[in-house]
């Protein structure tokens, strides 16, 4: 059995919610937090987390894709 801790960009405004998400492998929610707070991830005191791009940090927002299941090559 694994577990993940997900960050999710809380940040609403008038045309919707951001919908950025960081998975990480964290234990706990300190850890994951700080693993996002690397990667320019804010984390308020009141339990609101917002992405790199919603929270003003200088680093564009990315996404990154990991294939399970890769294609087998000719």
Same mark, same amino acid.
């Given at each position: 059995? $694994? &577990? =993940?801790?997900?960050? +999710?960009?809380? =940040?609403? $405004?008038? %045309?919707?919610?951001?919908?950025? /998400?960081? %998975?990480?492998?964290?234990?706990?929610?300190?850890?994951?937090? &700080?693993?996002?707070? /690397?990667?320019?991830?804010?984390? +308020?005191?009141?339990?609101?987390? %917002?992405? !790199?791009?919603?929270?003003? &940090?200088? /680093? !564009?927002?990315?996404?990154?894709?990991? +294939?399970?299941?890769?294609?087998?090559? !000719?």
């Amino acid at each position: 059995m $694994s &577990a =993940r801790i997900t960050l +999710h960009c809380d =940040r609403e $405004s008038q %045309y919707g919610l951001c919908t950025s /998400q960081l %998975y990480t492998e964290a234990l706990t929610l300190d850890q994951a937090r &700080a693993a996002g707070g /690397q990667l320019g991830w804010l984390s +308020h005191s009141d339990g609101n987390d %917002y992405c !790199p791009t919603c929270s003003g &940090a200088p /680093q !564009p927002r990315r996404t990154n894709v990991v +294939h399970l299941a890769p294609k087998d090559q !000719p």
